[in-house]
Nanobody
Framework: QVQLIESGGGLVQAGGSLRLSCAAS????????MGWFRQAPGKEREFVAA????????YYADSVKGRFTISRDNAKNTVYLQMNSLKPEDTANYYC??????????????????WGQGTQVTVSS
C-alpha cells in the first residue's frame, strides 16, 4: 500500500509558476510509473504528465507540453510537477498517482493503483 500526499498548489496569476510535489509513504515506488492528472469542475479527470519507473521516459498532454515538466526522485519517493507559464485553463485539482498496471497507457487512469488527495491550482487572469 502506498499513500501519496500532494503539496504546492495555490493561487497564481497567469504567466506564473508553481511546483507541485507528491511524497509517497508505505513503500518506495521506484518500480512504479508516476503520473499527474487534473480535474476541473464539471470535467473529467484528464492526463497531464507521466514518468515511467526509470524516470528516463516522460509523457505530456499536448495542452501542457513545453510548459510543464515531470521529474522524480526515487530515493526520496517524491515526484514533482514544475508548471510554468500557467494559464487560467490550467485551473484544476491536481492529483498524483502511481501504479504498475502497465497494460494500460500512461494517460489511462486504470494504469494507476494509488492516488493522492489532490491539490488545488487556481490561475487567475
Amino acid at each position: 500500500q502506498v499513500q501519496l500526499i500532494e503539496s504546492g498548489g495555490g493561487l497564481v496569476q497567469a504567466g506564473g509558476s508553481l511546483r507541485l510535489s507528491c511524497a509517497a509513504s508505505g513503500r518506495t515506488f521506484s518500480g512504479f510509473s508516476m503520473g499527474w492528472f487534473r480535474q476541473a469542475p464539471g470535467k473529467e479527470r484528464e492526463f497531464v504528465a507521466a514518468s515511467r519507473r526509470s524516470g528516463g521516459t516522460t509523457y505530456y498532454a499536448d495542452s501542457v507540453k513545453g510548459r510543464f515538466t515531470i521529474s522524480r526522485d526515487n530515493a526520496k519517493n517524491t515526484v514533482y510537477l514544475q508548471m510554468n507559464s500557467l494559464k487560467p485553463e490550467d485551473t484544476a485539482n491536481y492529483y498524483c498517482a502511481c501504479g504498475e498496471t502497465h497494460y494500460y497507457p500512461v494517460y489511462d487512469r486504470r494504469r494507476y493503483d494509488y492516488w493522492g488527495q489532490g491539490t488545488q491550482v487556481t490561475v487567475s487572469s
